[in-house]
Structure formats: structure tokens, C-alpha cells
């Protein structure tokens, strides 16, 4: 059974940047996409990126030029970092496996989700 | 970009009753369309993928229909473990869009 498992600062600062890690246990990082998503409180999803284990990367327009996702194949772990942060990235953020080997395809698999708030 | 818009934003029914929810696309999208519940305090859980497919373990009370521009997830007899807020997504393209969610109460 795949697990993913967001790890990070709880708490940012504005205008830092807020880095994220998802470590994948259970089965192997290559051969999928990974993405990342978020939800400000009491609010809905928000598709941020994804990334391949090969590193090819997919991203939100509305965050890529803050926006980086890499991959670790070696630690079977991906990472979301968020450059210049307000108020408005206050979300939980989740990972996600996307299923099968497409990137056309649905999250099967979600970590429980973390939420960083942005804050002085 | 293609938006994803839900109808109703909420919803409050009896349990049996059936409930119907709408997602529409603003441009065409075949049936790259998935939908998923998401309990209170929970993470969200994938039901239907490709508009229509039942993913393993979901009840049939819960289908989903659509292709194109226009999609439903029906609950044929909603019942109290139903509540929750279900979104749809896009699937198709770069850009993998949610709709805003509707969230199903019970009256």
C-alpha cells in the first residue's frame, strides 16, 4: 500500500519561502507523476503542479514563477518550495500520486496534508 | 484555461433521496473528469474517474455521467455518511483543474 507523507515548517514567514517534502513509502517514486495540492481554510482544492520522477515538471500558471518541484529518486521523496509567501499561500498542502503512468490521469494515492501558515 | 464550475455550491437533502451534482467545463474535455469526496477534517478521496468509472470499494448508490463539456455525480439514496464536500477535476491537458467544490448536508 503506497503512503505519501508531507513533511515541513509549520509556520512561514511572509515573503520567505516555504519548502515542502513528500516521502513516498510503500512503493517506488519512479515510474509516476507526483503532485502537489493545496487548501486555504475552509476553501476549496488547488491544483499546484506535478512532477515526473525523471523531473519533468507541470505547473500552476498562477504560482510558477514562485514555483519549484524536484524529485529525489534516491529517497523516494519530492519537493515543493514557494518563493516570496503572503497570507494567501496559508493552506494545508497535500501530495498526491498521480495514478498509472500518464500524466492525464487521477490522484490515487494522498498524503494526509499539512498546513503552513504564513505569518510574521 | 478551461474553468470547472460546480452546481449548486451546497446542498441539503433527506436521507434516501437522490442527489444530483453538476460540474461543467468550459471547453470540451472528452472524459477526462474525476470526482472526489472529501469528509470533514478528511483528505479527499478519488470516487469516479474518467466520468464514470467507479473507483474499487466506492458504494453504487454513487455514479457519474457526462462527456464533453457537461458531467454528473449522482447519489442515488444519500445517506448520513455522505456528507461531505465533492469536487470535480479536470484531468485532460497540462493544467489539472478543480471545480469549487459542493458540500451535501443532510436536512
Known amino acids: 500500500q503506497v503512503q505519501l507523507q508531507e513533511s515541513g515548517p509549520g509556520l512561514v514567514k511572509p515573503s520567505e519561502t516555504l519548502s515542502l517534502t513528500c516521502t513516498v513509502s510503500g512503493g517506488s517514486i519512479s515510474g509516476y507523476y507526483w503532485s502537489w495540492i493545496r487548501q486555504p481554510p475552509g476553501k476549496g482544492l488547488e491544483w499546484i503542479g506535478y512532477i515526473y520522477y525523471s523531473g519533468t515538471t507541470n505547473y500552476n500558471p498562477s504560482l510558477k514563477s514562485r514555483l519549484t518541484i524536484s524529485v529525489d529518486t534516491s529517497k523516494n521523496q519530492f519537493s515543493l518550495n514557494l518563493s516570496s509567501v503572503t497570507a494567501a499561500d496559508t493552506a494545508v498542502y497535500y501530495c498526491?500520486?498521480?495514478?498509472?503512468?500518464?500524466?492525464?490521469?487521477?490522484?490515487?494515492?494522498w498524503g494526509q496534508g499539512t498546513l503552513v501558515t504564513v505569518s510574521s | 484555461d478551461i474553468q470547472m464550475t460546480q452546481s449548486p455550491s451546497s446542498l441539503s437533502a433527506s436521507v434516501g433521496d437522490r442527489v444530483t451534482i453538476t460540474c461543467r467545463a468550459s471547453q470540451g474535455i472528452s472524459n477526462y473528469l474525476a470526482w472526489y469526496q472529501q469528509k470533514p477534517g478528511k483528505v479527499p478521496k478519488l470516487l469516479i474517474s474518467?466520468?464514470?468509472t467507479l473507483q474499487s470499494g466506492v458504494p453504487s448508490r454513487f455514479s457519474g455521467s457526462g462527456s464533453g463539456t457537461d458531467f454528473t455525480l449522482t447519489i442515488s439514496s444519500l445517506q448520513p455518511e455522505d456528507v461531505a464536500t465533492y469536487y470535480c477535476q479536470k484531468y485532460n491537458s497540462a493544467l489539472k483543474t478543480f471545480g469549487q467544490g459542493t458540500k451535501v448536508e443532510i436536512k
Open positions: 498526491a500520486r498521480v495514478e498509472g503512468s500518464s500524466d492525464w490521469s487521477t490522484l490515487d494515492y
Open positions: 474518467a466520468a464514470s
